[in-house]
């Protein structure tokens, strides 16, 4: 480095020789080049974060949509309700709401007459044509798909049917156009039909749902079938080194010792005379985690419907006590859960007493045969430390009868509550289950 010293001592030399140079005539030196002083190294720049967030694009509906959506959100949880009271004893349990709901707006396709009035009555929809009714599930699929690269969610549709009879193309055309639906023939009466099927299934599930189907035979008319998949982290992760054993009170009355995870964390919170409400989000608030915790001495059985009469969501006006920002204290259970649900159209007649279907009014197929319907689920839970995973396959299925305000609110899930998943914006439910066992 140059000092300040050395520039000095240069500048008295030249000065002197100036001097001589008019005194004794002496030619001048030629001029010395200046000092080239380096400029100092650009400070590097600070390194930019990685970008590890990614952009939430809400689903957007327009008014009917949202009117569609608010029908449906409320159908869901009375089914949740039925299938609750029908449960065996001690038994945890989830449904895939949109999972259902997707199926039957296939479904409606193929109705006609009473049989469909009475479909729409049940789900809240009969002011809606089919055309509404598709571009609607068309919309809400679509956009919950793209709603969060960080996300995961998707869903898939099919329609099996028996290589012997010939499906209505009308009923194709709208399954395939709306709902990107797999439309196949299939020699049913093949042992090995079931394993294609159920290839998809695990295909679209992440192998969480292998075995939807135990066997099929020439009796089998068709399967209809929606597949979705969910696969999210939290927000901000559950610390692991603070996850630990604590006591679960069963729903009856035992208790056991499970793995505990803890957390603090400002969210969403409510809270009533019957039971206490969290949301916890995932990544990029996409979408969110619901827990719904009765108070003690307060059955789930009076919760649920109090959770429905409200129409509980995470976006709308609410009743008095509605969810507020909060310091929540968490205590939730790591767990995995698998159920499978056989009567769905039987809890759907509890909520109308009237739903039937008539297989002259069935149009899936060209010709119309007797037939008997049932709808089955299977569904796949599991929450950790780092997120949640869920998936469900829906199957509609047709035999032949003729053959055969801020403070710390504590949140401690160490008792039965309720879970469920919901997109943000909308706030339609993808996934609701309990947690008892």
Not at 50 to 70: D, F, M
Not at 137 to 163: H, L, S, V
Not at 187 to 205: G, L, R, Y
Request: proline fraction near 5%; glycine fraction near 4%.
């Amino acid at each position: 480095m140059i000092t300040k010293s050395f520039l000095f001592s240069i500048a008295a030399v030249l000065c002197l020789c100036a001097c001589g140079d008019k005194e004794n005539n002496v030619l001048t030196p030629e001029p010395v080049a200046p000092v080239q002083v380096e400029p100092a190294p650009a400070k590097p720049e600070e390194p930019v974060e990685p970008e590890t967030r990614h952009s939430y694009k809400p689903v957007q509906l327009n008014e009917k949509e949202q009117a569609i959506n608010a029908k449906l959100h409320e159908f869901s949880w009375k089914l949740f309700k039925e299938v609750y009271r029908g449960r065996k004893a001690g038994e945890n349990l989830m449904i895939s709401p949109i999972s259902l709901e997707v199926d039957l707006g296939m479904f409606l396709n193929g109705l006609e007459g009473n049989s469909y009035q009475e479909l729409l009555k049940t789900m809240g929809l009969q002011d809606y044509s089919k055309q509404e009714l598709n571009s609607f599930f068309q919309t809400m699929m679509t956009g919950i798909e793209k709603a969060d690269e960080a996300a995961i969610f998707k869903g898939a549709n099919a329609f099996w049917y028996n290589q012997n009879r010939k499906a209505n193309q009308t009923f194709l055309n709208a399954i395939t156009n709306y709902y990107a639906a797999r439309a196949e023939a299939m020699d049913f009466s093949n042992p090995q039909t079931k394993n294609i099927i159920n290839v998809w299934c695990a295909e679209q599930t992440n192998d969480r749902i292998k075995d939807m189907v135990d066997r099929t035979d020439e009796s089998d008319l068709f399967h209809l079938m929606n597949a979705v998949y969910f696969k999210a982290d939290w927000d901000e992760p559950f610390d692991k080194q603070l996850t630990s054993k604590m006591p679960f009170q069963y729903a009856n009355g035992k208790s056991e010792e499970v793995d505990m995870m803890y957390d603090v964390y400002e969210g969403t919170y409510a809270e009533t005379e019957q039971y206490q409400l969290g949301v916890r989000p995932f990544v990029d608030g996409s979408f969110q985690m619901v827990f719904i915790l009765p108070k003690k001495g307060v059955a789930m059985e009076d919760v649920i419907p109090a959770v429905l009469d409200y129409k509980v969501t995470i976006t709308a006006e609410w009743y008095p006590g509605k969810p507020q920002q909060a310091t929540i204290e968490l205590y939730a259970p790591k767990f995995t859960s698998e159920y499978t649900e056989e009567h769905l159209f039987d809890y759907m007649k509890t909520i109308n007493p009237n739903l039937k279907f008539d297989w002259h009014e069935l149009s899936l197929m060209e010709e119309k045969e007797p037939l008997d319907l049932s709808a089955l689920q299977k569904t796949f839970f599991l929450m950790d430390e780092e997120g949640a995973e869920a998936a469900a396959v829906t199957d509609i299925i047709a035999k032949n009868t003729s053959i055969g305000p801020s403070r710390v609110a504590q949140l401690h899930l160490d008792r039965p509550f309720i879970y469920a998943i919901v997109e943000t914006n909308t706030s339609c439910p993808l996934f609701i289950g309990y947690y008892g066992k």
